[in-house]
């Protein structure tokens, strides 16, 4: 040890008596401070106009812009110019005779000289360490883990970035060439994971040895084991490169000998990364102050109580339009989507299945071929885009498996536990594509406990939960690619008819009863009201016009819808589309679901052809008022019916009145040991596929109403609560006039005072 220390020694008294390892030091230092500068501006700005940032650490550090993300990017610039005269050197000058003839070996060459590039390493580091004291002293409750982790990924990079380049100085007397040849290999690396990612065995390989984005996990607040050992290991196998080539220069060997280590440190090499990329040998470590970095408590509830192994295969139909995102050379990008649930569920299997068939959401590629069978669609798109037809599996062969056409014959993943458990996890039309941690969560809840059934009302003229028209239900309770929808949410959904012999079931928890056309026969009525007083959870959704018949149902629950519609006065939309109000109080006491109605005042929901409430308490329920109209501009129109040719004329004289409306209630009773739920929706379309897009223009929250009031009604099981907590760094004492300091200190300061310390050192060393 000792000799490896004075050659270490050696090496940085040779280093920073030369100008190259001080210029890059401030270089280094100027870089990155102008980016510190941008960003901590950026915050600074923000606490002068009076705003307040959540998880500052993270945005200063770690974030897509943050300091140590952007550091990372380029921080293989300069390593080839710190390493590549490191053995370059000694074959040039010929000091490597000496080395050779003094007692020390090739190990002791090649970790000497390693050593001394991970103490330069410390002092790169440092700059940035100065840095992140700063930030520290600046943000309140400022997250020192998560900045530490984020140095410790950035200092392993470093390492194994000096490895590299001093492998690449040990096979050349040319320190351009060992340079340029560091660069070569650290590209190679980057794009390593690009390599035979069509074979399985040699994808997880080249997939793992991949250097780029290695640290992004640790920048971000996550120390995970297989990154400390991918680091680790790389480094040992270009150091263990290095001294094979030393003794190589020293001692004759057969070619043959020499090649053979050289593979078996390789072969050695990957196979250690294989073992140790295996979920089952990960553990981790999330620095982060709130634990973002892993799933939220609830997700990690259900993963516990998931005894038994999994399997999840995917189904790549490769005329899907979505095909790309699961094909071979896609499937290690797709399988990290799965890792944080990996983590703590490593015997989940991941298969793939790859098919072709019609598919639904892919209509141009069908009118491409008129005329032409699948299998003659399939084989001209193999030609022009070269797949191999032969791998994939024909319709008839995929329907042996499993029948996709219930789900459109499109990618999609099938979770299957040993006990015979089955359920779809799906991909949805919006801009994220994949679902969230709220939908793969609660479709593994569903495999633990059982999530509420809802039941839609049918045989009154009901809006279908089936059907595609504008007054349907399908896109909230059932529509598949839909994120939102009931179905994708946790619960199950059904139509119920109480006609003839048909009773409500009793695994009905929710059951919906909107905009009837025709009223319920009395016995229909009487099974209605056992559902009630057994303490099922009920939502009952009517507009104008459909009072008479609707007031049979609510009525005896002390509510009543008040005759003619709900108008407002607006220059832009329609007066009988209403943009009503969310209570508050109510919101925040029922379901976190309806936040997004509360957060903000422009967004409110859309009812067009509501009615008002009116209601009383004597009835045994608690009543809350969801929603209400505003209390001025706003009445119960009484005489008007065309709302497009007409208008609005407020008339006192036939009882309208300008004055705020309930239109959404929730009443609620203590039945045994159990809270009844009812909701009462002065509006059927509001719910509806029309009604859930909302005005066009105007900004408006129908859906988290739906979102909201199920989880209401299921007792917060579903949709699944995936919220984290606020990062406590939010408020930075820095404001903008501060800033022409900070700069001075970090863009000028630093820099001269590091040019300065070398200087010195130099003119000190020409005087010696």
């Known amino acids: 040890m000792r000799r490896i220390y004075k050659i270490a020694k050696a090496e940085l008294a040779t280093l920073f008596y030369s100008p190259v390892a001080w210029f890059i030091l401030v270089v280094f230092s100027f870089q990155v401070g102008m980016q510190f500068i941008d960003l901590i501006g950026e915050q600074a700005q923000a606490n002068t106009l009076g705003y ?54 090739s190990t002791h060459i090649i970790l000497g000289k390693f050593l001394s590039m991970m103490l330069y390493g410390l002092v790169l580091m440092g700059v940035l360490f100065v840095m992140v004291l700063f930030g520290g002293c600046v943000i309140d409750n400022f997250g020192w883990g998560e900045a530490l982790s984020g140095l410790l990924g950035l200092y392993l990079l470093l390492c194994a970035y000096a490895a590299i380049g001093l492998f690449v100085s040990s096979l050349t007397s040319y320190q351009v060439v060992a340079g340029i040849g560091t660069l070569v290999i650290l590209a190679a690396l980057n794009y390593l994971n690009q390599v035979g990612q069509s074979y399985e065995f040699v994808r997880d390989i080249t997939y793992w040895l991949c250097i780029s984005g290695r640290s992004g996990e640790m920048i971000a607040g996550l120390i995970c084991s297989e990154d400390v050992i991918y680091f680790a290991v790389v480094v040992a196998m270009f150091l263990s490169l290095a001294i094979l080539r030393l003794n190589s220069t020293r001692q004759y060997a057969p070619k043959s000998v020499t090649w053979g280590k050289y593979l078996g440190v390789i072969a050695g090499t990957c196979m250690i990364g294989y073992i140790t990329s295996r979920p089952m040998m990960m553990c981790f470590y999330d620095a982060t102050e709130t634990k973002r970095m892993t799933l939220t408590p609830k997700s990690q509830e259900i993963m516990n109580q998931l005894e038994d192994g999994m399997t999840i295969t995917t189904y790549v139909n490769y005329l899907d339009r979505n095909a790309y995102l699961g094909i071979p050379k896609m499937v ?5 989507r799965f890792k944080q649930y990996l983590r703590f569920k490593p015997d989940i299997k991941m298969k793939y299945v790859y098919y072709y068939d019609t598919v639904t959401n892919n209509p141009w ?29 024909t319709p008839e062969q995929i329907k042996k498996i499993i029948d996709l056409e219930p789900e459109g014959n499109v990618f999609v993943r099938l979770i299957e536990r040993k006990n015979g458990q089955k359920a779809f996890l799906r991909l949805f039309n919006d801009v994220e594509i ?58 199950d959904t059904e139509e119920v008819s109480i006609s003839g012999d048909s009773d409500i079931p009793s695994y009905i928890n929710i059951l919906v009863i909107a905009d009837m056309s025709k009223p319920l026969t009395e016995e229909e009525t009487v099974k209605l009201n056992k559902y009630i007083e057994r303490g099922g959870n009920l939502l009952i959704a009517a507009g104008a016009g459909k009072q008479d018949i609707m007031n049979s149902i609510v009525e005896p629950l002390g509510v009543r819808l008040l005759p003619g519609t709900l108008v407002q006065r607006k220059v832009d939309i329609l007066p009988n589309s209403m943009m009503v109000n969310p209570v508050p109080e109510t919101v925040k006491e029922l379901s976190y679901q309806y936040e997004f109605m ?17 209601y009383t308490t004597d009835k045994g329920f608690v009543v809350r008022e969801l929603l209400r109209t505003d209390s001025t ?85 579903a949709p699944l609560d995936v919220r984290r907590p606020g990062g406590p760094d939010d408020k930075i004492h820095l404001e903008r006039p501060d800033m022409p300091y900070v700069k001075i200190a970090f863009m000028v300061v630093l820099p001269v005072m590091l040019l300065l310390w070398g200087i010195i050192l130099m003119i000190r060393r020409k005087r010696n």
Request: proline fraction near 4%; include cysteine.
């Open 434 to 491: 994949f679902p969230s941690e709220a939908e793969v969560g609660v479709t593994f809840k569903r495999f633990v406990m059982e999530l509420p059934k809802v039941g839609f009302l049918t045989g009154h003229g009901e809006p279908s939960i089936t059907g595609q028209l504008r007054r349907d239900y399908l896109l909230f309770a059932g529509e598949k690619t839909f994120r939102h929808s009931l179905l994708n949410q946790g619960f």
């Open 365 to 393: 590629l069908m009118n491409r071929y008129p005329g032409k069978t699948i299998k003659e669609i399939a084989e001209e798109e193999a030609e022009k885009k070269g797949w191999n037809l032969k791998q994939l599996l």
């Open 633 to 717: 501009g706003c009445w119960n129109e009484l005489e008007t019916r065309d709302f497009v040719n007409d208008t609005v004329v407020l008339n006192p004289a036939v009882g309208e009145i300008e004055r705020m409306f309930p239109t959404a209630l929730a009443l609620s009773r203590m039945v045994g040991d159990r809270e009844q739920r009812i909701m009462i929706l002065g509006n059927a379309s509001c719910i509806s596929n029309d009604g859930v897009a909302g005005e066009r223009g105007v900004p408006v929250a129908n859906y988290p109403l739906v979102t909201g009031t199920f989880h209401w009604f299921s007792y917060g099981e």
């Open 332 to 336: 290690n990008n797709d399988k990290q």
């Open 52 to 105: 307040s940032w959540g998880f500052l650490t993270a945005n200063l550090l770690g974030g897509m812009r943050g300091l140590f993300t952007v550091v990372q990017q380029y921080l293989y610039l300069y390593m080839p110019l710190l390493t590549m005269s490191l053995m370059s050197r000694e074959y040039s000058s010929g000091s490597i005779k000496l080395l050779y003839a003094s007692p020390v070996t």
């Open 598 to 614: 509360w957060l903000t005042r422009k967004f409110k929901v859309n009812m067009k052809d509501a009615v008002g409430l009116d």
